[in-house]
């Protein structure tokens, strides 16, 4: 059984940083190419970050230069440093996780930032 279980999330103010992570379990993780997504209410899920098994990563540009997404396969676990953290950045984060040798992809059940003063 497949199961992405994010934490870290919660309550910064803007300009702040959390740090969230999302352990997986039952996939060759170092296989998988791993995401972040975030749905803001009243909006579509898009994708925030991405890296694949070879460690190359991907931004959304909106989040450029503030966040960075890490691996560490021992442990199968991906992360999300969130810095400089505004308003807008409110959201459900959500990790998935997607392989070509994986016809299924994977998701887990999300964690909320808030950030408000």
């Known amino acids: 059984q497949v199961q992405l279980v994010e934490s870290g999330g919660g309550l910064a103010q803007p300009g702040g940083s959390l740090r969230l992570s999302c352990a997986a379990s039952g996939i060759i993780f170092r296989l998988y190419t791993m995401g972040w997504y975030r749905q803001a209410p009243g909006k579509q899920r898009e994708l925030v970050a991405s890296?694949?098994?070879?460690?190359?990563?991907e931004y959304t540009v909106p989040v450029k230069g503030r966040f960075t997404i890490s691996r560490d396969n021992a442990k199968n676990t991906v992360y999300l440093q969130m810095n400089s953290l505004k308003a807008e950045d409110t959201a459900v984060y959500f990790c998935n996780a997607a392989s070509p040798y994986d016809v299924n992809d994977y998701w887990g059940q999300g964690t909320q930032v808030t950030v408000s003063s």
């Open positions: 890296i694949t098994s070879g460690g190359s990563t």
